[in-house]
């Protein structure tokens, strides 16, 4: 990859968090940039946090085992690393809606799954893109269109827990009445 390529990355994440930072206030009730938790929310937060860490930990501890080893893993390594962050935050995710700890207290849910499936669309496109020009795997690789795949995978698993999450609570609400 070149200068330019990690430049034109630079300025891509530079434009994402603009964007989140719009998101955001558009997202939540009360306009603020920032979701606001209660007490036992924070620290169920901070539990996942906590789990997220160590389980990018783990990820690239197992990268760097295998990389000593002499196992090369198909892809290229950018998206090695990107990997171990979307398993962390798909952690994250799973873990904060199993602990009903995903929604703040100023979140606009609705709006909030509007952003999802916006994400979704704005990752397929790369992806389309890439498969067209057969580009998808370059040199048996993985490359640049993985990114898109991993991100469109974790929104999946989390709306997928999501939906687990409200079936097991009506159901639960069910059985206590």
């Not at 690789?141 to 409200?166: F, R, S």
Request: proline share 1%.
């Amino acid at each position: 990859m070149s200068i330019f390529a990690s430049m034109g990355a630079a300025v891509g994440l530079l434009i994402g968090l603009i964007i989140c930072v719009i998101l955001f206030r558009y997202a939540n009730t009360d306009k603020k940039i920032k979701t606001e938790y209660d007490e036992r929310q924070q620290i169920v937060r901070y539990r996942a946090y906590r789990l997220a860490f160590y389980t990018i930990m783990v990820f690239e501890a197992l990268v760097c085992i295998a990389g000593i080893g002499g196992f090369e893993l198909p892809m290229v390594s950018y998206v090695q690393h990107f990997t171990g962050v979307m398993i962390g935050a798909t952690v994250l995710g799973v873990y904060c809606i199993w602990h009903d700890v995903y929604w703040g207290l100023n979140n606009n849910k609705t709006r909030y799954m509007l952003i999802f499936v916006f994400t979704a669309i704005l990752n397929c496109i790369p992806i389309i893109g890439a498969a067209k020009s057969g580009n998808l795997i370059t040199d048996g690789k993985l490359g640049m269109a993985a990114l898109n795949i991993m991100v469109i995978a974790m929104l999946i698993v989390v709306a997928v827990t999501l939906l687990i999450k409200q079936i097991a609570d009506k159901g639960g609400k069910g059985e206590e009445e």
